[in-house]
T-cell receptor, first 113, second 111 residues
Framework: DAGVIQSPRHEVTEMGQEVTLRCKPI?????LFWYRQTMMRGLELLIY????????DSGMPEDRFSAKMPNASFSTLKIQPSEPRDSAVYFC???????????FGPGTRLTVL | GQQLNQSPQSMFIQEGEDVSMNCTSS?????WLWYKQDPGEGPVLLIA?????ELTSNGRLTAQFGITRKDSFLNISASIPSDVGIYFC???????????FGTGTRLKVLA
């Protein structure tokens, strides 16, 4: 079975540019999570969707970050405008239900110059 | 955000040695998960624990859910070079969907 799919795997962009990260959760999973990983702060939950509806976005750093889940098989995380401090690895994870085990994608390594 | 206390932060061991790492929290958790992350990849689930006192094995890996529900440990027996990576614990507090992640244990195995 295919796991969580993320694209792109690597993204290098210049400050001020818009960045869009994509995620396809495991088929049949109802919950989707976006995380950010940095050396300083570890894994941080940014936003959580249940049945395509954003439930908790309290971890989103600021208004420059937005996330959508238009259907059960696709989600995006957008940063506009991007800043160098946004450089990190962004992971998408999905689970069968919101309290079940989360399965992670391979991540997108974002570098903002 | 909130993080668990995970120790040790890093370990250098000889191939064949056993490894032990643990996570502790001031909060009670309903679930403990252990993940391994290889360089450039996402965390991969190793073991999931759902009951206090539960002891679960996955090959050379053994993990336990502490009786107090505030801690968990992971043991790796007879380490091999491919065990290299970062190991994370994750705990799920009662009544929430969120998992809180440990800071990770970086394991290096010397052949």
């Amino acid at each position: 079975d295919a796991g969580v799919i993320q694209s792109p795997r690597h993204e290098v962009t210049e400050m001020g540019q818009e960045v869009t990260l994509r995620c396809k959760p495991i088929s049949g999973h109802n919950s989707l999570f976006w995380y950010r990983q940095t050396m300083m702060r570890g894994l941080e939950l940014l936003i959580y969707f249940n049945n395509n509806v954003p439930i908790d976005d309290s971890g989103m750093p600021e208004d420059r970050f937005s996330a959508k889940m238009p259907n059960a098989s696709f989600s995006t995380l957008k940063i506009q405008p991007s800043e160098p401090r946004d450089s990190a690895v962004y992971f998408c994870a999905s689970s069968l239900a919101d309290r079940d085990t989360q399965y992670f994608g391979p991540g997108t390594r974002l570098t903002v110059l | 955000g909130q993080q668990l206390n995970q120790s040790p932060q890093s370990m250098f061991i000889q191939e064949g040695e056993d490894v032990s790492m643990n996570c502790t929290s001031s909060s009670i958790f309903n679930t403990w998960l252990w993940y391994k992350q290889d360089p450039g990849e996402g965390p991969v689930l190793l073991i999931a624990l759902y009951k206090a006192g539960e002891l679960t094995s996955n090959g050379r890996l053994t993990a336990q859910f502490g009786i107090t529900r505030k801690d968990s440990f992971l043991n790796i027996s007879a380490s091999i070079p491919s065990d290299v990576g970062i190991y994370f614990c994750a705990g799920q507090p009662s009544g929430t969907y969120k998992y809180i992640f440990g800071t990770g244990t970086r394991l290096k195995v010397l052949a």
